[in-house]
T-cell receptor, first 116, second 113 residues
Framework: NAGVMQNPRHLVRRRGQEARLRCSPM?????VYWYRQLPEEGLKFMVY????????ESGMPKERFSAEFPKEGPSILRIQQVVRGDSAAYFC??????????????FGPGTRLTVL | DQQVKQNSPSLSVQEGRISILNCDYT??????FLWYKKYPAEGPTFLIS?????DKNEDGRFTVFLNKSAKHLSLHIVPSQPGDSAVYFC????????????FGEGTQLTVNP
């Protein structure tokens, strides 16, 4: 059973360009979460999605950032008009069900975004 | 507002000895706690978790202790092995708020042979 897959692993963009990060959850998982890790910091929650629904986007910047998890295909985190401060590691995680006593989230390897 | 804090950025222990990693939280609504291990250029790997209805959970060399009154949890690794060298993140969540995890800043553990 393949784990959470993210691509690309590394992404370089110039200021003002768009970045698209993809995440395929583990087989059978319908809940996807995106986290961002800035240098020397812990992971910060961005957004929580189920198929075709955004459940919680309270951690995502209001402008330039959007996320989707369509019925078919991977989840996409989209950053428009990137700035240098967007440079970070972006991690996707998935879980099989809603929060309960056993809320393990399984993480992908991350996408390292560098904005020049 | 850092709701989950790991006050030790680094810890160095000798192989075979016990490693103790600490974590404090401020939000009393947290009711589920997890520890993740992370190697460079990889995603976090789930290690062990504990619900607020327990005060201890053990899995092989790893034991997590929860002190709700002190809002403190710790991860014990015994015996420590060089392969345990990694960054360890403490995370917390609330069942009623969905599945978002709140992470600490991490502790770099180095186990010396």
């Amino acid at each position: 059973n393949a784990g959470v897959m993210q691509n690309p692993r590394h992404l370089v963009r110039r200021r003002g360009q768009e970045a698209r990060l993809r995440c395929s959850p583990m087989k059978g998982h319908s809940h996807v979460y995106w986290y961002r890790q800035l240098p020397e910091e812990g992971l910060k929650f961005m957004v929580y999605l189920q198929k075709e629904n955004i459940i919680d986007e309270s951690g995502m910047p209001k402008e330039r950032f959007s996320a989707e998890f369509p019925k078919e295909g991977p989840s996409i985190l989209r950053i428009q008009q990137v700035v240098r401060g967007d440079s970070a590691a972006y991690f996707c995680a998935s879980s099989p069900r809603l929060a309960g006593l056993y809320n393990e989230q399984f993480f992908g390897p991350g996408t390292r975004l560098t904005v020049l | 507002d850092q709701q989950v804090k790991q006050n030790s950025p680094s810890l160095s222990v000798q192989e075979g000895r016990i490693s103790i990693l600490n974590c404090d939280y401020t939000n009393s609504m947290f009711d589920y706690f997890l520890w993740y291990k992370k190697y460079p250029a990889e995603g976090p790997t789930f290690l062990i978790s504990i619900s607020s209805i327990k005060d201890k959970n053990e899995d092989g060399r790893f034991t997590v202790f929860l002190n709700k009154s002190a809002k403190h949890l710790s991860l014990h690794i015994v015996p420590s092995q060089p392969g345990d060298s990694a960054v360890y993140f403490c995370a917390a969540s609330r069942q009623t708020s969905g599945s978002r995890l709140t992470f600490g800043e991490g502790t770099q553990l180095t186990v010396n042979p």
